[in-house]
């Protein structure tokens, strides 16, 4: 068994894959951005239209909207990555994948501004300025992250540890699959009702941002607190604890933030990456030279 999870997850998981993984990823993005523009046109001069989905096939800017989807789940396969091997690596890529979603969100929110109607575009201009500045102080507390946080070794017995590291990667496998499906079924679903004139939409246009990652957050939460009860057999730092704790309860503000209104939730992603650095630094500061999960 373990030898079978082990070639199943380095089949995954290698700098071989990663590299696919990573040119199929560009590809797609400039082939989705191309698409995108293209049914832009068509749409903008009448030559096709949808009862639904005409909301990103109004402005060329519009298109953004794809390849930023399609990089963001590139991030997400490297956060599968560092999963199994850094607790610390996985968070600070997590907030890589937040921004990304912020600004992948601002590009749409850009493209539903009329110039032209300043009085009626307040509300959606003020709405952009509250996601540009929570985007401006993620990136620099995400910054502030990497360079204070310090990725040692774990202090695990080798045994131990290489046991504890097939947990993680038997975790992971399985959080592949149930992301994966996710990931279709979302898709799947949202495409239907949007163009295939489904008379009780299930998710509209504007939710389209939210697809995958509200589940996707809430599945990270999941999985975080279950390694971090299941590192509990091999460690009983209570510093370590109480730090990894904390990363678990910034992913729940984060969580918590995806589905709150503007400027709420835009508050709650910097809440969020200001409570991470808050335990990053408190575990410095007192555990001295601590032992990283």
């Known amino acids: 068994m373990e030898a079978r999870i082990t ?6 998981f290698n700098e071989k894959t990663g590299g696919y993984f990573q040119k199929i990823s560009i590809g797609f993005a400039v082939i989705g951005f191309i698409f995108h523009l293209i049914l832009i046109y068509l749409n903008i001069n009448g030559w096709v239209h949808f009862s639904r989905g005409n909301e990103l096939l109004q402005r060329p ?7 930023f989807s399609i990089v963001l789940f590139e991030e997400v396969y490297i956060l599968l990555g560092f999963l199994t091997f850094s607790f610390s690596k996985s968070i600070i890529t997590q907030f890589e994948i937040l921004s990304l979603f912020i600004l992948r969100g ?3 929110d850009i493209s539903f501004i009329d110039l032209s109607k300043p009085g009626q575009s307040a509300p959606e201009i003020l709405n952009l300025f509250f996601s540009l500045g929570s985007l401006v102080v993620l990136i620099f507390l995400v910054a502030l992250i990497r360079k204070t946080i310090r990725l040692q070794e774990s202090g695990i017995k080798d045994g131990a540890l290489n046991r504890f590291v097939l947990i993680k990667k038997a975790l992971v496998l399985f959080y592949v699959i149930i992301l994966s499906v996710l990931a279709f079924w979302d898709l799947f679903f949202w495409a239907r009702d949007q163009f295939l004139h489904d008379p009780n939409p299930i998710r ?8 995958f990652y509200k589940d996707f957050f809430t599945l ?3 999985f975080d607190v279950l390694i971090l009860l299941i590192s509990l057999r091999y460690t009983q730092s209570y ?3 109480l730090r990894n704790s904390g990363f678990i309860l910034s992913t729940v503000i984060l969580r918590i933030s995806m589905t709150s209104p503007v400027p709420y939730g835009s508050l709650g992603f910097v809440l969020s990456a200001g409570l991470c650095l808050f335990f990053v630094f408190i575990y410095n500061r007192f555990q001295g030279e601590g032992n990283l999960l």
């Open 7 to 12: 070639k199943a997850y380095n089949l995954v």
């Open 61 to 67: 800017i519009q298109a953004l909207y794809t390849p």
């Open 106 to 108: 601002i590009f749409k």
């Open 204 to 211: 509209s246009v504007s939710e389209i941002n939210s697809v």
């Open 220 to 222: 990270m939460i999941f």
């Open 239 to 241: 510093d370590l604890l």
